[in-house]
């Protein structure tokens, strides 16, 4: 596979960018957000909306995108993970064979720190994670304002 990295809003053109938005839609399934939270998680991570950046990391194979991860910085460190891993998806074509463990091992490469995320109980991707060497330290709890 083949990686691209996008580390600021200026190594990346608005075609790209809205490429891998739609991309993201796509193929997060059931897990998957609006196209503006998608779009503002992107942001963060190039540091267009904030200094704290992240990265977008896109994988092709045969000159087709085959998957798409998002990392977060959390400016955080010392006492909770310096990244969030917002975003991995994978066309489900790709799926099955090794693309989602090269995209999570390419982005644990290029994170700088720990790596945190949230992963719903039923989706597959679960499992990926716990090889990968992710374990489940918290129960996540929320509180929502109305």
């Keep these: 596979m083949d990686y691209q990295i996008y580390k600021s809003f200026k190594e990346i053109s608005d075609d ?12 997060l399934d059931q897990y ?25 990391l896109k994988g092709e194979s045969g000159g087709e995108t085959a998957g798409v991860v998002v990392v977060n910085r959390t400016g955080m460190e010392g006492y909770i993970p310096e990244n969030i ?7 489900s074509k790709f799926r099955g064979k ?7 091992n390419e982005a644990i490469k290029h994170a700088e720190g720990d790596i945190a995320l949230h992963v719903e109980p039923d989706n597959p991707a679960r499992y990926l994670y716990e090889k990968l060497g992710f374990t489940s330290k918290y129960l996540e709890m929320r509180y929502a304002k109305s």
């Design 16 to 27: 790209v960018k809205k490429e891998i938005i739609d991309f993201l839609y796509n193929h």
């Design 98 to 104: 090794g693309y989602g463990k090269q995209l999570m």
């Design 85 to 91: 891993l917002v975003y991995i998806a994978v066309d």
């Design 32 to 56: 998957r957000d609006n196209k503006e939270d998608i779009e503002k998680a992107i942001d963060f991570a190039l540091g267009k909306s904030c200094d704290l950046g992240g990265f977008v």
